[in-house]
């Protein structure tokens, strides 16, 4: 999940950054509070088809959306359709930021499912997005 020697990148969100997401992007649904429970209000308010992230580029709209512990792992697709219109990010709370870390973009939703299933130790078989 995020390692802290990776570098942050500034959000057009309040209490957010960014890791492996250069472009500036905001996330509606991200608590403006830093709280003991601020992970489980964000994942609360994820709901099918909502937006998750926006930037001038895109929007990515959720799909599925997992807590566990300290990780909120959302899966979600783009609004406008092009090469890969899938994505997996990876959300933790850090020195008073809520962390925003991509963790891919992939062309099938079956490449998507594979990571997001991954980040919670579950196993799927190879996607064609595992050779691209």
């Not at 570098?7 to 996330?27: G, I, N, Y």
């Not at 649904?29 to 580029?57: H, I, K, M, W």
Request: charged share 25%.
């Amino acid at each position: 999940m995020y390692d802290e020697l990776e570098p942050l990148f500034p959000s057009l969100t309040a209490l957010a950054v960014q890791v492996r997401w250069k472009v500036p992007t905001e996330f509606p649904a991200c608590p403006d509070e830093f709280t003991d429970d601020a992970l489980l209000l964000y994942a609360s308010r994820l709901d099918f088809g909502s937006v998750f992230a926006r930037n001038q580029f895109s929007t990515g709209l959720v799909v599925d959306s997992r807590l566990r512990d300290d990780d909120l792992v959302v899966l979600t697709r783009f609004a406008r359709s092009g090469p890969k219109d899938w994505a997996v990010a990876h959300v933790s709370m850090r020195d008073g930021a809520f962390v925003h870390r991509s963790e891919a973009t992939f062309l099938t939703l079956h490449g998507a499912l594979k990571r997001f299933c991954e980040l919670f130790g579950e196993d799927v078989s190879d996607s064609i997005d595992d050779y691209c």
